[in-house]
């Protein structure tokens, strides 16, 4: 929470409460970049989905928005309703979406940071800030984050976990983005990192792998106070436990190369 900004929008809601004239258009210069961006990741990794799916023939249901309490949203849940021809292809349709996600997130991160090196002193006040307490829980994330801002001498991560950290729109939408596309390579359930999971393991050893993360995860959000993690957990009990559907082909596994990938 930015103290100038909240002063800001208090203003203006009692200039609106007296029938005054306010301008939000300084607001939605910070907000419009955030949406843009966090929509545009978000965008690329359901076209990688789609197109996938069509050309192996898979069809999807509509994306349903996962909901969370640390993350804009948590996910984009996409189920197959058509047996994929094999492994390779259920592999190809899961590996794709986060990996386009992740690949704009982190150019975003990295394009955002710079650009807050380079605002004025006057736009540098209203810039949103993150605490360094949920820099940290993204490793990548925040690591990035203190090269390009602190020197990479762990400046700013070392903080006290409550000290803000004000960011470019873009760069808190990069670093938003690389934690929930990062969530959908989780090899646990029906999600993204779970159907790579499947492909890669076969459903009886993909189920325990998945439970064997579920339980360390779920020991490691206790230990390490990682809000974003539990609800992660929480709502992927609800939504995503289950395994995805059978292939038509489970006799061959899939290649070296997707393996590696994985």
């Not at 203003?11 to 843009?36: K, M, R, S």
């Not at 650009?115 to 006040?125: S, Y």
């Not at 903080?159 to 390579?185: M, N, Y």
Request: proline share 6%.
């Amino acid at each position: 929470e930015n103290p100038a900004v909240m002063e800001k929008l208090r203003g203006a809601a009692e200039v609106a409460q007296n029938g005054g004239v306010y301008d939000l258009t300084w607001f939605n210069e910070l907000l419009i970049p955030l949406l843009v961006t966090l929509g545009a990741a978000q965008g690329f990794h359901e076209l990688a989905h789609l197109s996938v799916a069509w050309l192996k023939q898979i069809k999807l249901t509509a994306p349903t928005i996962l909901p969370s309490q640390s993350l804009p949203y948590l996910s984009f849940q996409n189920r197959i309703k058509t047996s994929p021809k094999g492994y390779a292809d259920l592999f190809d349709l899961a590996f794709v979406g986060p990996i386009a996600g992740l690949t704009v997130s982190f150019i975003a991160l990295l394009g955002g940071l710079q650009l807050t090196t380079t605002v004025d002193p006057a736009t540098a006040q209203l810039l949103p800030s993150l605490p360094v307490g949920y820099l940290t829980q993204s490793t990548l994330g925040g690591t990035i984050v203190d090269l390009v801002l602190g020197g990479g001498d762990g400046i700013l991560i070392n903080q006290d976990a409550a000290t803000q950290v004000p960011l470019h729109p873009v760069a808190v939408a990069g670093f938003l983005g690389l934690i929930i596309h990062a969530l959908d390579l989780v090899p646990v359930g029906s999600t993204d990192g779970g159907r790579m999971s499947q492909a890669v393991l076969g459903r009886v050893w993909h189920l325990t792998f998945s439970s064997l993360v579920f339980i360390v995860l779920l020991f490691s959000s206790f230990t390490s106070n990682n809000g974003v993690l539990l609800g992660f957990l929480l709502v992927n009990s609800f939504t995503q436990r289950d395994m995805e559907i059978p292939c038509r082909n489970e006799v061959d596994k899939v290649e070296l190369p997707r393996a590696v990938a994985a």
